[in-house]
């Protein structure tokens, strides 16, 4: 789904940079800063993820630790 708008987007947004009634120039700082956005966007979805999945292994490190911790406890093993 993702890919399928990424594509529609771009189609659509060079169809409007070939009927734009204005200078070559103007039409190619357009097109950068389109696809400037599009590669931040990319970017800033990678970050996320990462950060998620780093604090997800470290949550399940920390837990590891706690229940290492809690096993070792004597009272809990004895009773």
Partial sequence: MAWAALA?????MGIGLIYL??????????????????TSCFTVAKVVRDKHEADRFINKVENAKTEKLLSELP???NG
């Fill in 8 to 12: 529609i987007s771009v189609v659509g």
């Fill in 21 to 38: 009634q204005t200078t070559i120039a103007m039409k190619g700082f357009l097109a950068m800063s389109y696809l400037f956005s599009v």
């Fill in 75 to 77: 009272l809990l093993n």
